[in-house]
């Protein structure tokens, strides 16, 4: 991919897609090192290896870039997983459930029937974006029909996951707020980023470009956010151990929870 870029621009964007892929891979694998039953691990290492299909639509390939057109939104799927599922791993309602597979289908599929429809797929992406290689007719009417249909699909997506975190904020204890609010708030940062960024690259590309970079740094805060969470939580376990042993040691227990809150 590296050595069939669009142009010099894509050198920068290939940079970010890897340091936020590792960013992410890293984090899973600490994660799953630390609770393998846990599938918050999975989630992390599955949204890292997948952010690398962004990476192949930024080459001139044309068959490379298509694979990449493709398949580079399936990304959200397990991220839509990893944020919904925080911090047990399991996504306990039906609609929790549901929402990562219709992002991980609707999406790729719809990207899929516009590569099909469409011999420039990516017009406003890039001036040399290669052609696609499987178009099949040429369509461009109904190709950009399709487009605007996913996009409003994709909004409504957002919109669900949103109401969801803020369901499960509400519904949360004080005790489990703590331990929630990192990873809900660089999700639902993430999330309204995305969101702002395709309404406003419809009308205004300068802005498009300014949003690109604040969705980047929200997307990369997430995996940051989770290793605090597992810092956090680390912490406490040890202020637990600690006040146990001075209680068995015989420790009056207002020291002992004076020197475990310190």
Same mark, same amino acid.
């Given at each position: 991919?590296?050595?069939?870029?669009?142009?010099?621009?894509?050198?920068?964007?290939?940079?970010?897609?890897l340091?936020?892929?590792?960013? =992410?891979? !890293?984090s899973?694998?600490?994660?799953?090192?630390?609770?393998?039953?846990?599938?918050?691990g999975?989630?992390?290492?599955a949204?890292?290896?997948?952010? *690398?299909?962004?990476a192949?639509?930024?080459s001139?390939?044309?068959?490379?870039? &298509?694979?990449?057109?493709? *398949?580079?939104?399936l990304v959200?799927?397990?991220?839509?997983?990893?944020?919904?599922?925080?911090?047990? /791993?399991?996504?306990?309602?039906? !609609?929790?459930?549901?929402?990562?597979?219709?992002?991980?289908?609707t999406?790729p599929?719809?990207?899929?029937?516009?590569? *099909?429809?469409?011999?420039?797929?990516?017009?406003?992406? @890039?001036?040399? @974006?290669?052609?696609?290689?499987?178009? $099949?007719t040429?369509?461009?009417?109904?190709?950009? =029909?399709?487009?605007?249909?996913s996009?409003?699909? /994709?909004?409504?997506?957002?919109?669900? /996951? !949103?109401?969801?975190?803020?369901?499960?904020?509400?519904?949360?204890?004080?005790?489990?707020?703590?331990? $929630?609010?990192?990873v809900l708030? &660089?999700?639902?940062?993430?999330?309204?980023?995305?969101?702002?960024?395709?309404?406003?690259?419809e009308?205004?590309?300068d802005?498009?470009?300014?949003?690109?970079?604040?969705?980047? $740094?929200? =997307?990369?805060?997430?995996p940051?956010? =989770? *290793?605090?969470?597992?810092?956090?939580?680390? $912490?406490?376990?040890?202020?637990?151990?600690a006040?146990?042993l001075?209680?068995?040691?015989?420790?009056e !227990?207002?020291?002992?929870l004076?020197?475990?809150?310190?």
């Amino acid at each position: 991919v590296g050595s069939n870029l669009h142009d010099d621009a894509s050198w920068l964007a290939l940079a970010i897609v890897l340091f936020v892929s590792i960013a =992410f891979v !890293l984090s899973g694998l600490i994660a799953l090192a630390r609770r393998a039953e846990n599938h918050t691990g999975v989630y992390l290492a599955a949204v890292g290896y997948l952010a *690398l299909f962004s990476a192949f639509a930024l080459s001139a390939n044309e068959w490379i870039f &298509a694979i990449g057109f493709a *398949l580079e939104t399936l990304v959200w799927a397990p991220f839509a997983a990893l944020v919904l599922a925080y911090p047990t /791993g399991v996504l306990q309602r039906r !609609l929790e459930r549901a929402l990562p597979v219709l992002v991980g289908t609707t999406l790729p599929v719809a990207s899929i029937l516009i590569l *099909l429809l469409d011999s420039t797929p990516a017009p406003s992406r @890039c001036n040399g @974006c290669p052609e696609s290689p499987i178009v $099949l007719t040429e369509r461009p009417g109904l190709a950009g =029909f399709i487009d605007v249909v996913s996009t409003v699909v /994709g909004l409504g997506l957002i919109a669900a /996951g !949103l109401v969801l975190l803020v369901r499960r904020w509400r519904a949360a204890s004080p005790a489990l707020r703590r331990l $929630l609010w990192p990873v809900l708030a &660089a999700g639902s940062a993430t999330l309204l980023a995305i969101g702002t960024l395709v309404i406003v690259d419809e009308f205004y590309d300068d802005a498009a470009d300014a949003l690109a970079l604040v969705l980047v $740094l929200c =997307f990369v805060t997430v995996p940051v956010a =989770f *290793l605090v969470g597992i810092l956090r939580s680390r $912490l406490a376990r040890g202020s637990v151990s600690a006040l146990v042993l001075r209680l068995q040691e015989g420790t009056e !227990l207002h020291e002992a929870l004076s020197e475990a809150l310190r």
